[in-house]
């Protein structure tokens, strides 16, 4: 179940809440009774498998910077 961020405008508090995607939009209150909060952008971490060194890009060749654009 994703975990959605929020802060409260009242006491500053950041706090987390666990709910399914379809009541990401839904309020919450914060854990001191607060009514007054906003929702947080956060980042995502994605794991590849593998030895954790990034992927090289593709390269298809040619084109004005070697292919990587795709031109």
């Given at each position: 179940?994703p975990r ?8 500053g ?8 995607m ?6 919450a ?24 060194a990034?992927?090289?890009p ?7 910077c ?5 031109c």
């Amino acid at each position: 179940m994703p975990r959605y961020e929020f802060r409260c405008r009242a006491c500053g508090d950041t706090f987390e809440v666990s709910r399914p995607m379809s009541e990401a939009s839904a309020p919450a209150a914060c854990p001191q009774g607060h009514d007054d909060t906003v929702k947080l952008l956060s980042t995502v971490a994605v794991a590849r498998g593998g030895t954790g060194a990034p992927a090289a890009p593709a390269q298809s060749g040619g084109g004005c910077c070697g292919g990587a654009c795709g031109c």
